[in-house]
Structures are given as structure tokens and as C-alpha cells.
């Protein structure tokens, strides 16, 4: 009889260990009130510690300075520092249902935009995301676009990257448990790579905000893999990459193992950290700041001079999506929902910070990708791959 | 063989921390025979308290334990004289139900305060690590694990040498009879309480050095806690000890031949295992 408690307790216990999405109350500055009695509100939400509403401004204000959209003014109603999903949502409703927003542009993670489609869908809000990646996020319903390329795409072309210009045939995949993104891009990267003849020699995945990865990285180093994808945030990156140089982590030829990683790591931390164990890694992302062409570069050094530092992908393509979305709204001639979603779906051609070719069925993107190597701490353009 | 003596170390000091977060709730069971699911409030609290001081003011985790232990004393006490104490006579359950309320309570405030994040608190020597021969060990796991056992043996030295742990004990194998003693037991109860809370928070301060900070830490430690007691003997020191170790040299093998994934699902299995294989042992 002496179990029962303690049988109890455990059974109330594993009942409440899924609980991982509990609410949360959105914790970000409250939207910036319009002083336009009549402006056409634009919600722009930011995922997380991000720049990314800079690309969106630099948008808005070429808009305005061409006179607006339809005769009005537009006003870009902006919610940074969004935690989580619960959070994203919250931000969403508030953005239509208080400021009569007429389109809303991002997040940038996976997880807060599939949540926020529905949100729009719910609304007959027209919705373009910014850095999200994950194909899953259009699929939410017919109002809900992406600005950048996919995972899908963006897994291939690493995979194919490591495959055929790194000469690697055994990799080591790591990820962040539960993290759409993480997993949606580490499962493209594995499919692609296996069929490409590759081995994957390890593949697991990490908690959030783990700190000490002696095991995942043990276990890798023991893998001896050519190559490591972690397709993670800058926080994890900067802490497995320097414990698992520090064992050290080689490949079956006692060379070092190269680190690949995907478009969450063109942020400013991994490089302004000096983290020595990124040295030599490879990454892909939606620009190069380098670039030649003529609206990047336009687009780059308005950016700069407006700001004062480089801007980085997700900055690119939270451009591209206000734009998008202005310029669909301009060629509609209308706000209606239905008659900007058809114009953003017969995109053809956009030339911004980013290119685009068309929508396909699904309303992904099709564009180019670029990977940047990071060289004597700093990041520089490598090779695009396109579609 | 590197690596297997590497992996083998490191889940023995892991496991020692397994054991000084799960005494606290084993000790609370001996004396008042109450199951303490606050102890995932305390746990998941010694964390936040920690992260917070650390990215408030700078304050070394280790440091830290100067708060969270006397804080978590104090809130314990508090919880047993204000609600625990209040069921004594009720059934189990009722007790059972209490305190679980009390961990939802603290989760929830926890996500109103801080969001769902998962945070990290990383130290100077977070990425430290020291090699001994071949083996290669984390200096934040050999740092935690050298407090874990200090906490033990000034665990162990109040219990056996001291009035206080003397009352305790006397309380835990028959609470009547101490009573006609002369000993207090409303107060043993408190203290009891106090140090299974002070003990919980500590736990979560010297792990907060390597686990995420999130509101659901309690959840994912707490069964841990329950394998441990339910493996050790609910009362026993030294088993509880052993029981901590082989939790973490398991996890870490299983994590390093089998799959990373597979880590939690030790404990579990374990749990389960042990409540169905065996009759608890209440009195250690």
C-alpha cells in the first residue's frame, strides 16, 4: 500500500510533462500607434532579438515617398521580441482587430508563422512571411505567402554543397528537439544527402538552451563525420561547435570536421562573438551583402546609411515581403484580400534585395540561395545556387 | 575504452547531482509521509532564481546558493506551516493534490513573468573542460558534482550529529512516540519541509549550470527525483546516492550508444520498472 503515492504521483506527473506550449502573455512593446488618421497599417512581426523590421521601414518609406499605396499613406505597425508562438498570435489579432491592419508581414521562425497563418486565414488577412523557411508555413490556407526560399530547397542545397563541392560522404546532422525548423530543414538535409550516396553517420538532436554538449559531442567525434549540419541559432551554435572542436571533432582521415549551418546563423552574434570553432564553416542564407546585383546593392547601402551596420538576410527578405505585398496591393488596386492574393501569385520576376521568379502552387518562392564561408571571423560570399 | 571511461565519469557526476535533488524529496516523505510534488516548483524556482541573479547583477551560480538554499528553507517552512500542515489528518491525496496545484501555481507565474523561452546561464567556465589521461571531463559537471557531495556530507553530519537531525529522525520512524518525548513535531515537520525545499533549490541552482532555464524544468527533474527515492530507498542516504549515480551513468550510456533521444526515457522506464517490480522500501 506504501506505492500508492508514490504511484500516484508519477501518474499525475507524466500526465503534466506535456505541457511544453503552455500560454504565455505576449511580453514585447506594445505596437507604435499611427499618427495618420488614415493609413494603411501593415503589421510586421518580429520573431525573437531580430533587426528585421529595418528592411520593412526601408519599404515603407520608398512607398511613401512614391505616394503611398492606393492614396494612402502607409504605416508599418511593428511588434518586435516575440517569444514564442502564443505570443506571435497575440501580436497578430491585436495588429487586425485594433489596427485595422491590412496585410501582416513575417514572423521569422517557423513555429510563431504557422501559427499566425491561421490567424491571417481566420481574418482574410493577406499574409507574407519573412525568414521563415519551413514549408509547412503556407499551409495554413490560400492568403498565406513566404518570402523566402523553403527548407526543402535549402536543405538540397546544402546537402548537395557538402556532396559534390566539399567531396564529404559521411555527415553528422544535429538539431533542436521539437523545433520545426531545425528538424524540417535536418530531415530535408538527410534525405538529400542519402540519396546523393551519402552516409549520415549521426543524427540526433538537442533541448533548447542546453548548454553542455560533451555527450552529443562525443558521440559525433566518435562518428568521425566529413561534415556537421546543425541548423540552429546562434546561442547553441557558438557553445557544440566550441566543445566539440575542443575533443576534437575529425573525420575519418584525422582532418577537422567541417560545420554547416543554415540561414539562422546570418546574424551578427556568431561573428561579433569571435567564436574561433565557426572558422572555416559554411552556411547558406537568402543574400550576400556583397552582392553585385544592382537592387541589392541599392538596397544594401540605403541600409547602411540609414542604420549604420550590414544588413543580413532576414533583413533582405523582410524587404522583399513588404514590398511584395505594396506592390501586389498597387497592381490589384485594391485592398481586397482575394485580388492581392491572385497579384502576389502572379509575381513573376521581382527584382529587390532578393529575386524572385514566381509563386508556385503552394505559394512558395522560387529564388536563388547563397552559401557564405566565414573566413578570419567574418562572413563572405562563397557561391548562389539557384532553383 | 576512451570514451567509454570518458562517458562512465561524466554520468557519475551527473548522477551525484541526480542524488542531492532527490534527497530532498525523500527526506520530506520520511517524516511526514507526504509526497512532495512542489518539489518540481522548488526545483524549477532554484533555477530562475539563479539565472536571475546571474543576469541581473553578474552573480556566479555557485554564488548563488547563498540565496537560493536559506530561500528555499524559508518558502518550504512556509508552505508546510500554511498548507501542508493544515491536511496532516486528510488522506494522501488530498496532500498529493495540494502541492501539485502549488508546482502549477509557480509554473504558470513563472511563464506570466519570464515567457515560455527556454534561457540558457552560461559562466566563464561553462565551456571549461579538464583532461585526466585520456578522459576529458566538463568542469561545470566535476564543479556541480563536488557541491552535490559537500551538500551530502553536510547533510549527512546534521542528521547523524545534531539535535535538529537527531528530532528528525526520531520523527521519521515514529512520529507518537517522539511526540511523548518532548520533541516538537509541528516544528520537525517545518524544518523537515525546509531543508527537502533548501535542498530542492540548491539542486536546481548547481543544474541550472548545464539544463535549460524553463518553466518546465521541474516537470522533466522531478521524475528523475521519484526514480531516484523509488530506487534508493525513500529515507536512505547512501542508497539514494547510489541510486543517483547509476541514474546518470545509465542515462549517459544509453545517451552515447544508443541515442541522445533515448536520455529521459531511462528514468522512465526505471520508474515504472521499479514500481512494478518492487514493494517500496518507505523506510529506506
Redesign the interface.
Known amino acids: 500500500m ?9 501518474a ?3 500526465a ?2 506535456d ?7 505576449a ?1 514585447a512593446p506594445a505596437p507604435v500607434a499611427a499618427a495618420d488618421p488614415m493609413p494603411a497599417n501593415v503589421g510586421f512581426l518580429v520573431s525573437g532579438d531580430r533587426t528585421y523590421a529595418n528592411g520593412g521601414m526601408i519599404a515603407v518609406d520608398e512607398a511613401n515617398a512614391r505616394g503611398g499605396l492606393l492614396g494612402r499613406s502607409v504605416e508599418l505597425i511593428v511588434r518586435m521580441g516575440l ?2 508562438a ?2 506571435a498570435v497575440a501580436a497578430a489579432e491585436t495588429m487586425i482587430l485594433d489596427f485595422d491592419a491590412v496585410a501582416l508581414i513575417g514572423p521569422n521562425r517557423s513555429a510563431h508563422a504557422i501559427e499566425v497563418g491561421a490567424v491571417a486565414e481566420r481574418h482574410g488577412v493577406p499574409m507574407i512571411t519573412t525568414a521563415a523557411t519551413n514549408p509547412g508555413v503556407t499551409g495554413a490556407g490560400e492568403l498565406v505567402f513566404m518570402a523566402a526560399f523553403t527548407d526543402r530547397f535549402q536543405g538540397r542545397v546544402m546537402a548537395d554543397f557538402a556532396f559534390d563541392s566539399l567531396g564529404a560522404t559521411s555527415a553528422a546532422v544535429l538539431t533542436e ?1 521539437g523545433e520545426v525548423y531545425s528538424e524540417g530543414i535536418g530531415e530535408f538535409f538527410v534525405d538529400r544527402f542519402r540519396s546523393l550516396g551519402g552516409v549520415i553517420a549521426f543524427d ?9 554538449f ?3 559531442s ?2 559525433m567525434a ?1 562518428a568521425a563525420p566529413a561534415v556537421v549540419f546543425i541548423p540552429s541559432w546562434e ?1 547553441e551554435v557558438a ?1 557544440l561547435t ?2 566539440a572542436r ?2 576534437p571533432l575529425l573525420d575519418a582521415d584525422g582532418e577537422p570536421t567541417v560545420f554547416l549551418g543554415a540561414d539562422a546563423w546570418d546574424n551578427p552574434t556568431i561573428l561579433e562573438e569571435g567564436i574561433p570553432a565557426v572558422e572555416g564553416s559554411f552556411f547558406s542564407t537568402h543574400f550576400s551583402p556583397d552582392s553585385d546585383d544592382p537592387t541589392a546593392r541599392a538596397f544594401v547601402e540605403t541600409y547602411r546609411a540609414r542604420y549604420g551596420i550590414t544588413p543580413v538576410g532576414g533583413d533582405a527578405v523582410s524587404y522583399d515581403a513588404v514590398r511584395l505585398f505594396l506592390e501586389a496591393a498597387t497592381r490589384a488596386g485594391s485592398l481586397d484580400a482575394e485580388a492581392v492574393r491572385r497579384e502576389i501569385l502572379a509575381t513573376e520576376n521581382y527584382a529587390g534585395a532578393t529575386h524572385i521568379s514566381h509563386y508556385d502552387d503552394l505559394r512558395h518562392p522560387t529564388k536563388s540561395a547563397v552559401i557564405l564561408t566565414i573566413v578570419d571571423g567574418m562572413k563572405s560570399f562563397h557561391q548562389q545556387v539557384d532553383p | 575504452m576512451t ?1 567509454f571511461l ?2 562512465l565519469v ?1 554520468g557519475v557526476l551527473v548522477g551525484t547531482v541526480y542524488a542531492y535533488m532527490a534527497y530532498g524529496l525523500g527526506l520530506i ?1 520520511g517524516v511526514l509521509r507526504v ?1 512532495n ?1 512542489a518539489h ?1 516548483a522548488f526545483l524549477t524556482l532554484g533555477v530562475y532564481v539563479t539565472w536571475w541573479l546571474h543576469f541581473t547583477f553578474g552573480i556566479d551560480p555557485l554564488v548563488s546558493l547563498l540565496v537560493t538554499a536559506p530561500l528555499g528553507f524559508g518558502l518550504g517552512a512556509a508552505v508546510e506551516r500554511t498548507l501542508v500542515f493544515r491536511l496532516r489528518d486528510s488522506p ?2 488530498t496532500t ?1 493534490l495540494l502541492l ?1 496545484g502549488v508546482w ?1 501555481i509557480v ?2 507565474v513563472l ?2 513573468v519570464f ?8 559562466t566563464s567556465y ?2 571549461e ?1 579538464l583532461a585526466l589521461g585520456p578522459v ?1 571531463l ?1 568542469i ?2 566535476i564543479v556541480v558534482s563536488a557541491f552535490s557531495l559537500l551538500g551530502f556530507v553536510a547533510l549527512a553530519f546534521v542528521l547523524k550529529r545534531t539535535w535538529a537531525g537527531l528530532a528528525l529522525r526520531a520523527v521519521a520512524q515514529d512520529r507518537g512516540a517522539a511526540a511523548l518525548s518532548g520533541i516538537p513535531v509541528d516544528r520537525v515537520w517545518a524544518t523537515a519541509f525546509g531543508i527537502g525545499s533548501a535542498l530542492a533549490m540548491s539542486a536546481g541552482t548547481l543544474m541550472s ?8 524544468f521541474g ?2 527533474f ?2 528523475k527525483s ?1 526514480c531516484v527515492v ?1 530506487l534508493g530507498g525513500l529515507t536512505n542516504i547512501g542508497g539514494i546516492l547510489v541510486a543517483g549515480i547509476g541514474l546518470g551513468v545509465a542515462e ?1 550510456l544509453t ?2 550508444y544508443i ?3 533515448f536520455r529521459d526515457v531511462v528514468s ?1 522506464l526505471v ?2 520498472a521499479a ?1 512494478v517490480m518492487r ?4 523506510e529506506g
Open positions: 506504501r506505492t500508492t503515492p508514490i504511484a500516484c504521483a508519477a499525475i506527473l507524466l503534466a510533462c505541457d511544453r506550449a503552455a500560454p504565455t502573455p511580453t517569444e514564442d502564443a505570443a528537439r540526433e538532436s538537442y533541448e533548447r538552451g542546453q548548454t553542455d560533451t555527450l552529443e562525443r558521440s566518435a546561442d557553445l566550441e566543445q575542443a575533443l | 570514451d570518458s562517458v561524466s516523505y509526497v510534488l518540481g494522501p491525496v498529493l501539485f502549477l509554473r504558470n511563464y506570466l515567457g515560455g523561452t527556454d534561457r540558457s546561464l552560461l561553462s565551456l573542460s576529458t566538463s561545470p559537471r549550470l548545464f539544463y535549460s532555464v524553463t518553466p518546465e516537470a522533466r522531478l521524475l521519484f523509488v549517459d545517451a552515447f541515442h541522445t533521444g522512465f520508474l515504472v514500481l514493494r517500496v522500501d518507505a
